[in-house]
């Protein structure tokens, strides 16, 4: 054959493998039997073989690369990967469909695409003019890691898109997850080979996909689902989310089978029927249903909070219960000094996992449930969330347990525990004398959501605070190999990795230095919401109550928290060090902050606006110091009156207070 002929005869054959793996594992349909595919295959190969030149990235033999990595690299979400808020019953359902509704100012019955949440791992995939050139992991929302060469590994994902119309270049996002089959049989094999077996498919799924060797990852049986889209360049206009999805299926992604359009709450709620009587008969795990506002329209205009979409909810299936016994009760000493009363159990296997603890939350809770040491009791566990003693069986307490009291000193440093008057928990009032604390602040520090400290488990935290090498987080960084040699399992080797590690987490970013600082109510979304608008760190520091309030999701108890944290000397002392350390960030591009000419001014937006969506106009408003709510009251300066507006117009009206329309308001702003 000339070598002509053998172009056209590989990239032939390669197009005919990518049409049946797609027919096999996306459709479930194969044209061909297994011996035919596996002949096309080996001719593909043998060709390839005489033509390494002509080998490309979307062969089907290019799946797995041959080398393994020596660590993953970052990737950057540019539209961050986000996250879901739970409804768990029919009345938080339709009070999601109530703000909806509210928000758009509209009674019309909501369309909503509904799919079952799959339990695996959210991942960004992305292809460039129709070839596959990264995959990621969702990480902390903006920074995942790169899978590339993982992802590649799994049959049903495309290296190439398949049809027409192909968009210059797509993000697309779903869930890797093991089938249930997949699962069963690898663990078989683990047992086989006397080796660790994994605790539910998620776990397993997490595992493979986080091997370095993608020989490794190859052997595992992952599967993925496409449910949305990060970016798409070009391509046709789409009205709603099922119509994309759609798209993403003829281009050769794999999509789940069991998703619907369904009209409002009810539609909502008879798929939600529907999929429970399915769920184990479904040949993949699932731990819920998501329903998502079907308009992509309305979806830009309910846009987002913190960290989920207003348009999507996930309604969980009710947590799984099992029976077991307690063995002791304790009182476990948190970060912020909090006090947990805690069940040790009998081990029970529940949801997929082994449960040998769960939380009592605070003592209202203890004295409510009555659980005593001895009591037989009904522990929950749903999806992700800490297990709970749910309650005590009754008739089960042995002769003479003894009601649970609230120690008066903190088990950890005997200083005194504190209650303040209303509130349901309890504080060691140590501070950072308290051991517990100290430790739990710098196990904070060094998770993988804050600065992510490879290698510097909550073990080894405790270990380091334990034999007097460090106090507080900043201590950290001034850790040597020889200071931590010797210490229990701590070679050269991990001591040096350990050290490199720490070097290299002093490169952060804004978002995660503050979430890291574990000031109280400042969780990973508000951190980055802070971050975002602040843009930097002396600005945070300098804001007061009120100017952080104008953070979306600050209210005044979090301003509050983080006015007092910036006040204590020790903590300055701290940050202080830390970036002496050599702690460092990009530079943000946060939200304009223009002149505060609408301070101390409140808005409510409603209706359609023409020259802006409404999330502009508020970015804009909020900008310029004002602050934009959702309902009308006495209190609101100004009604911002689009088209087609509702009820919020009549209240403003019936309240008397300012409206406006959209020239007035694009003047105000000028
Ligand atoms: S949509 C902006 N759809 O659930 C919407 N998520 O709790 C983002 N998940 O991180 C997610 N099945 O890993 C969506 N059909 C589905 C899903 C799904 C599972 C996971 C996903 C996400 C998490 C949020």
């Not at 297994?34 to 060709?47: C, F, G, K, P």
């Not at 005590?392 to 005997?414: D, N, Q, Y």
């Not at 490199?500 to 969780?523: D, H």
Request: net charge negative; aromatic share 6%.
């Amino acid at each position: 054959m000339s070598n002509n002929k053998q172009s056209i005869e590989i990239t032939h054959l390669r197009d005919q493998l990518n049409h049946h793996s797609y027919q096999y594992y996306v459709l479930d349909d194969p044209e061909i039997p297994d011996v035919e595919y596996d002949r096309l295959y080996r001719e593909l190969q043998s060709l390839e073989k005489q033509n390494p030149d002509l080998i490309t990235s979307d062969s089907p033999t290019q799946r797995v690369g041959d080398k393994p990595l020596d660590g993953f690299t970052q990737v950057k979400h540019e539209v961050p990967m986000l996250s879901l808020d739970n409804v768990f019953n029919e009345e938080e359902l339709s009070d999601f469909n109530k703000r909806i509704q509210q928000r758009l100012d509209s009674d019309d019955e909501i369309s909503f695409a509904a799919e079952p949440k799959l339990d695996g791992l959210a991942v960004s995939l992305l292809y460039e003019k129709g070839l596959l050139v990264r995959a990621g992991t969702r990480g902390d929302g903006t920074t995942g890691e790169n899978i590339t060469q993982n992802i590649r590994t799994i049959h049903s994902i495309p290296l190439k898109l398949l049809g027409s119309n192909i968009p210059e270049l797509l993000e697309v996002r779903g869930e890797v997850f093991m089938p249930k089959a997949g699962f069963e049989k690898l663990n078989q094999i683990a047992r086989d080979n006397d080796e660790k077996q994994f605790a539910n498919p998620r776990n397993a799924a997490a595992g493979s996909l986080r091997q370095l060797d993608p020989k490794i990852t190859a052997k595992r049986p992952l599967a993925m689902y496409c449910y949305a889209v990060g970016r798409v360049d070009g391509g046709a206009e789409l009205e709603t989310h099922s119509d994309m999805l759609d798209h993403l299926k003829q281009w050769g992604l794999p999509l789940c089978k069991e998703r619907q359009t369904v009209q409002g709450v009810e539609g909502c709620l008879d798929y939600f029927k529907q999929m429970s009587g399915l769920r184990d008969s479904l040949s993949y795990e699932i731990d819920g249903i998501v329903y998502k506002v079907n308009s992509l329209n309305l979806q830009k205009e309910l846009g987002f909070v913190a960290r989920a979409p207003r348009w999507a909810i996930a309604h969980k299936f009710p947590a799984q219960e099992e029976l077991t016994r307690v063995n002791a009760i304790e009182f476990q000493v948190g970060r912020t000094g909090a006090i947990t009363p805690v069940a040790r159990l009998e081990p029970v296997f529940v949801g997929g996992v082994t449960v040998s603890n769960a939380t009592l939350h605070n003592m209202d809770e203890v004295n409510r449930k009555d659980v005593r040491v001895g009591d037989q009791v009904i522990i929950r566990r749903a999806g992700d969330v800490i297990p709970e003693v749910v309650r005590v069986v009754p008739g089960s307490r042995k002769h003479g347990a003894e009601k649970i009291k609230l120690p008066e000193k903190c088990p950890v440093c005997e200083s005194e525990i504190e209650q303040e008057e209303g509130e349901a928990i309890a504080r060691c009032s140590g501070g950072l004398f308290c051991g517990a604390q100290r430790k739990e602040s710098i196990k904070h520090f060094a998770s993988r959501k804050a600065m992510d400290v490879d290698g510097l488990g909550d073990k080894l935290v405790e270990q380091l605070v334990d034999e007097g090498c460090i106090d507080h987080m900043d201590d950290l960084y001034s850790l040597t190999v020889e200071k931590i040699i010797g210490l229990e399992r701590m070679a050269e080797k991990s001591a040096t990795n350990l050290i490199e590690s720490l070097g290299k987490s002093k490169y952060t970013s804004l978002n995660r230095f503050i979430y890291g600082l574990g000031i109280r109510e400042v969780g990973e979304a508000t951190a980055q919401t802070l971050a975002q608008y602040f843009t930097s760190l002396d600005a945070i520091k300098a804001a007061d109550e009120e100017s952080l309030q104008r953070v979306e999701d600050v209210g005044p108890i979090v301003a509050a928290h983080i006015v007092r944290f910036f006040k204590q000397p020790h903590n300055l002392e701290v940050i202080e060090k830390l970036l002496n350390a050599g702690i460092h960030w990009d530079a943000i591009e946060g939200v304009a902050v223009e002149e505060q000419t609408l301070e101390g001014k409140t808005f409510v937006l409603t209706g359609t606006l023409t020259e802006m969506t409404r999330d502009d106009a508020k970015k804009a408003l909020q900008a310029r110091g004002a602050k934009v709510t959702g309902s009308v009251s006495k209190k609101t300066s100004y009604v911002v009156v689009g088209d087609n507006a509702g009820s919020k117009a009549t209240k403003a009206e019936q309240l008397g207070v300012e409206m406006l329309d959209e020239a007035a308001l694009v003047k105000l702003l000028e």
